[in-house]
């Protein structure tokens, strides 16, 4: 890499640059040398098509000449304002970065309050607000659909956001904390724990059994008893722990796919799913946004905002009553 980055490409990239505009300009000075007096006739160049169609040598319009003669002269303009010529920073000192920074500052200005108005709000009512769900779906299609799809069903080893089937929990709280600091699924390779491949495959019968999926009866039944070395994790009765992200076994939502083949291979060779952390990239305010948005794929943010509010009304009079109760007790 030291080769790429010394003094000499900087110096290439100069006398390429510089040479390059010179050599344009020394080719229409030739090119625009000859001028017809008037009257005068341009030379043949001696091509005919079509037995009568000749090619002349005419000089190009001057008005035309001088509009290249301005096109090089802002070129040169251009290298001495703005960085073109290797590490030359430019007289202006503008950079793309610099140019970035500020753009990025005027939109933190812009949109940072709305955020932060945002981020003080319950998740439950965010995602009930019009605004915020519309911010959060762009943000959604943004940064998530390229895994979850567009229409945030999931892939294959992608999970389905739509339902209510969560590896790690629901709750809306759970949903910005996996957001923010990202997630790292291990199900580890059991293929030495569970035995040979005929031993895999029983346990992936049985697997698939504690779904009612179709399967081999035999074959589960002799893979139940090699099912405990799954049990650290899916439990006893295979529904799984949220605790550290371990699937329910019982119900039939599948990361990957929902048959013998599929699950015998988890099993040989294990699964390894990153869910990237977004917390540093996109700020608290528009992952709380966006937790928001993608809590109400699976849920109904108006009943959720209505259920929330009927304890406080109900406890509104029981504490008018109070407070009346209290005034009206005499002073001790």
């Not at 600091?181 to 698939?208: F, I, Q």
């Not at 699950?263 to 294990?270: A, L, M, P, Q, Y």
Request: aromatic share 10%.
């Amino acid at each position: 890499m030291a080769d790429f980055t010394s003094g000499f490409w900087d110096l290439f990239i100069t006398v390429l640059s510089i040479a390059g505009v010179i050599g344009c300009a020394l080719l229409l000075y030739m090119q625009s040398s000859e001028k017809l007096e008037p009257g005068q006739k341009a030379s043949d160049t001696g091509h005919t098509w079509d037995e009568d169609l000749s090619e002349l040598n005419t000089p190009m319009p001057r008005w035309w000449i001088w509009l290249f003669y301005i096109t090089i002269v802002f070129g040169l303009a251009y290298f001495f304002l703005y960085p073109g010529l290797g590490s030359y920073p430019g007289k202006l000192g503008w950079k793309s970065t610099g140019q970035y920074d500020e753009e990025v500052k005027a939109a933190h200005a812009s949109y940072d309050p709305l955020f932060e108005r945002y981020k003080a709000m319950d998740l439950k009512a965010v995602a009930a607000d019009p605004q915020a769900r519309a911010i959060g779906e762009r943000l959604f299609l943004t940064y998530c659909a390229q895994c979850h799809g567009s229409d945030a069903r999931g892939n294959k080893g992608f999970p389905n956001l739509t339902d209510k089937d969560w590896l790690y929990g629901g709750a809306p709280e759970t949903i910005k904390q996996t957001i923010m600091t990202g997630r790292n699924g291990v199900m580890p390779s059991m293929a030495a724990a569970v035995g040979g491949d005929e031993d895999v495959a029983n346990v992936a019968n049985y697997v698939l059994s504690l779904s009612n999926t179709s399967h081999d009866p035999v074959k589960a039944e002799l893979g139940k008893s090699k099912f405990g070395a799954c049990m650290a994790c899916h439990g006893a009765d295979g529904k799984g722990n949220q605790a550290i992200g371990a699937p329910n076994l019982t119900d039939k939502t599948w990361l990957y796919a929902g048959n013998v083949e599929t699950i015998s291979e988890g099993i040989r060779k294990g699964r390894n799913n990153v869910m990237p952390a977004w917390g540093d990239f996109l700020g608290e305010g528009k992952v709380h946004v966006l937790a928001a948005y993608v809590w109400s794929l699976s849920n109904n943010p108006a009943e959720a905002s209505a259920a929330d509010a009927k304890p406080a009304e109900a406890a509104a009079p029981a504490a008018d009553a109070a407070a009346s109760a209290a005034s009206a007790a005499p002073a001790k």
